[in-house]
């Protein structure tokens, strides 16, 4: 029979993280320390602005680039934060969207990516179905952000260095003075850097810093995703300089023919929520990062989180990290294998999005296996 699947679909697998979803369905009430996302609800306000554009009818397309009050008030966002006076910027299908869209805009064959290692999961496979080259830096044991390491790997076929803080899947977040070498870095080489900050708004001991701020070849995407637990709509954004305003009018064209826009009533509830205070549920998320913490420090080598809702937790006893996550499995404590995230299998993720009372139990567990 014919193969009809396309090479590059081969290039990657089913993520690591939709199989222990899998499991999960077939476990009687896991402790789920796998889920991505906050486990409280949209707030009602964001809920309501949802709604009322939806009964007045804001069902239809926007613009491609997206509403333009929504992204009028993204860019004096950016103006504002970053300090750009003629920045461009557009509405897109999530944070993963606009990675998508910024990687078809930017990639050509054999062009190589400095990714940090451990890394978000799309960022790997996208590239490669791109044909790229990822260029990993190992920054273990700290997962700081290892500017030499990424400077020594820097080729004349270098076209992009993607910077993630807060981290997913570390919980990092990078010193200023880590992102201004980075950013002096790439200036010298002329290189964009993409910064992928979905995470902002979960930072528990300081605020996380942009490399935008430092320099302009900075193609930044933020998401309202995570902040507002708004998982499901699908709604993020990127912004540049206005020297890269060819790269957003080459992105917005790619979204003209793949998501179309972002999800119309909704982006009426992004803008509510760019208001919108959520430091109150951001304490609750420290607290919960500091349970994790003090609970696990004893028994296993672990980095305390500065920001997210995830910790990258070394595997006891030297057994890899897919061993001990199969014995966490055994015992009803559902965690992804550091080798979705990295090129090596020696840690586990854990999300600490649950409650108080599953976080109690998976500790008491997961130190058990220790």
């Known amino acids: 029979m014919k193969d009809i699947i396309a090479d590059r679909a081969k290039l990657i697998d089913a993520s690591g993280i939709r199989k222990v979803f899998a499991l999960a369905a077939q476990l009687k009430d896991p402790i789920n320390f796998s889920i991505g996302q906050p486990d409280f609800d949209v707030p009602d306000e964001l809920k309501e602005a949802a709604i009322k554009a939806i009964t007045k009818g804001q069902n239809k397309y926007s613009q491609t680039a997206g509403d333009e009050t929504l992204k009028a008030k993204i860019i004096e966002q950016v103006k504002e934060e970053i300090g750009w006076s003629n920045p461009g910027a557009m509405v897109t299908s999530g944070v993963s969207g606009g990675l998508l869209l910024a990687f078809m805009a930017m990639i050509n064959p054999g062009d190589e990516v400095i990714i940090p290692d451990p890394y978000f999961v799309i960022y790997k496979h996208v590239i490669n179905m791109l044909g790229g080259k990822c260029v990993f830096i190992d920054t273990y ?13 820097i080729t004349n076929r270098t076209k992009l260095i993607i910077v993630n803080s807060p981290c997913n899947p570390t919980g990092i977040v990078y010193p200023v003075e880590q992102i201004k070498e980075l950013a002096k ?154 080798n979705v995230f990295s090129e090596k299998d020696t840690h586990f993720r854990i999300s600490y999005a649950t409650t108080d009372e599953k976080i109690a139990q998976g500790i008491e567990v997961l130190c058990s296996l220790a």
């Not at 044991?141 to 790997?153: N, Q, S």
């Not at 972002?262 to 609750?284: S, T």
């Open 141 to 153: 044991p700290d997962f700081g952000l290892h500017v030499e390491k990424i400077e020594a790997a």
């Open 185 to 338: 870095v790439a200036a010298k080489h002329d290189i964009v850097v993409m910064t992928d900050e979905i995470y902002e708004k979960f930072s528990y001991d300081e605020v996380p810093t942009s490399i935008a701020k430092f320099y302009e070849k900075s193609l930044i995407l933020k998401g309202f995703s995570k902040s507002y637990a708004m998982t499901g709509w699908r709604l993020g954004y990127a912004a540049v300089h206005e020297s890269l305003k060819n790269l957003i009018e080459e992105m917005i064209k790619i979204q003209q023919y793949t998501f179309v826009c972002a999800p119309r009533p909704f982006q009426d509830a992004a803008l509510a929520a760019i208001d919108y205070d959520v430091n109150p549920l951001v304490r609750k998320y420290a607290k919960k990062r500091d349970m994790l913490y003090e609970g696990l420090k004893d028994k296993f080598e672990i980095v305390k989180p500065g920001g997210a809702f995830y910790a990258f937790v070394k595997a006891p006893n030297g057994i890899s990290g897919t061993e001990f996550v199969k014995k966490a499995i055994t015992n009803n404590v559902l965690v992804i294998p550091g």
